[in-house]
């Protein structure tokens, strides 16, 4: 149901944008989320977007100021634009969906479906 894409090799201080395509769900019914796992370290929540309360959507330290979580509804996608990387950055990166009453601070693996991740490697 969930697609992520975009992934690659880029330099330090390069950009990606990844997708994630959604099928036989309209986008707005959900809160989505991306995650990334890197070798050997645990999974870590980039960014959520909630339409509960109107609409926030939250990035981890890591992330603020250089990633961005967009919804184009029309294209039923999600993307991820990522700025300034660096080698930490490397992983895999997955696009994950929970209904849209649930806010990003009540996210929980039972209610998720999850897409295919999609590699990023950030290296010189």
């Known amino acids: 149901q969930l697609q992520a894409s975009g992934g690659g090799l880029v330099r330090p201080g390069g950009s990606l944008r990844l997708s994630c395509e959604v099928h036989?769900?309209?986008?707005?019914?959900?809160?989505i989320a991306w995650f990334r796992q890197a070798p050997g370290k645990e999974r870590e929540r980039v960014s959520c977007?909630?339409?509960?309360?109107?609409?926030?959507?939250f990035y981890a330290e890591s992330a603020k100021g250089r990633f961005t979580l967009s919804r184009d509804n029309a294209k039923h996608t999600v993307y991820l634009q990522m700025n300034s990387l660096t080698p930490e950055d490397t992983a895999v990166y997955y696009c994950?969906?929970?209904?849209?009453?649930?806010?990003?601070?009540?996210?929980?693996?039972?209610?998720?479906?999850w897409g295919r991740g999609t590699l990023v490697t950030v290296s010189s």
């Open positions: 977007d909630t339409l509960v309360g109107g609409g926030s959507t």
């Open positions: 994950a969906a929970i209904p849209r009453y649930y806010h990003c601070s009540e996210w929980s693996d039972d209610r998720a479906a």
């Open positions: 036989k769900f309209v986008l707005n019914d959900y809160t």
